[in-house]
């Protein structure tokens, strides 16, 4: 695609329920980043995929949360029994290779536990 | 954990003015980038600059870094309503290193 998409575009859940979040990267790029943006904490890295592992899953904030990637494009985020701490919004980005170039981000996709 | 610390929180300007925010980061760097973003939603690359390079021109950014200073600053000659925005430098630090460090951001408002 032209760009990194993201669904939804907009999530409201109760507590305690669990959420899917989906990441389309641009087609070829083979690495995949998550962060979240909430009003407390700025800009936070949470993980990163090159192909479809990931070797580093320390910015995950809680084992609520867990990630995956198949065959090497989309990703999914997964938030199990969300708390309304988790509300924020959740930035997909991708590049071409693992590495220090520009990333280049989705839209979002903006949560709110409610 | 916040790397970059972005100077001012916020900045209102007239359009026509130049813009300058500044960043301040701890560690030491492979590069800095410069993102935008809008309405509080997907950010876009403006520019990244390297820990060998001092200054860098695209269009009508300007930035430069002084490693010594572990500081950054990000110019915007001419501003227009239309670069009302906040803007976030991040780093990348550390061999191996892949992930963002985000500042807190700048909230530009050019007014018309």
């Known amino acids: 695609g032209a760009g990194v998409s993201q669904s939804p575009s907009n999530k409201v859940t109760e507590k305690g329920k669990d959420v899917e979040l989906r990441c389309d990267p641009i087609s070829g790029h083979t690495a995949l980043y998550w962060y979240r943006q909430s009003l407390g904490q700025g800009l936070e890295f949470l993980i990163y995929?090159?192909?479809?592992?990931?070797?580093?899953k320390s910015g995950l904030p809680s084992d609520r949360f867990s990630a995956e990637r198949t065959g090497g494009s989309v990703s999914t985020l997964t938030i199990q029994r969300t708390q309304q701490e988790d509300s924020a919004v959740y930035l997909c980005?991708?590049?071409?290779?693992?590495?220090?170039?520009?990333?280049?981000f989705g839209p979002g996709t903006r949560l709110t536990v409610l | 954990s916040q790397q970059g610390e972005e100077d001012p929180q916020a900045l209102s300007i007239q359009e026509g003015e130049n813009a300058t925010m500044n960043c301040s980061y701890k560690t030491s760097i492979n590069n800095l980038q410069w993102y935008r973003q809008n309405s509080g939603r997907g950010l876009v690359h403006l520019i990244l600059?390297?820990?060998?390079?001092r200054e860098k021109h695209s269009g009508r950014l300007r930035v430069t870094l002084d490693t010594s200073k572990k500081s950054s600053s990000l110019l915007i000659t001419a501003s227009r309503a239309a670069d009302t925005a906040s803007y976030f430098c991040a780093t990348i630090s550390g061999a191996g290193s892949y992930q963002l460090t985000f500042g807190k951001g700048t909230k530009l408002s050019v007014i018309p």
């Open positions: 980005a991708s590049t071409h290779t693992w590495g220090r170039d520009e990333q280049f």
């Open positions: 995929f090159q192909g479809n592992s990931a070797p580093d």
């Open positions: 600059i390297r820990s060998n390079e």
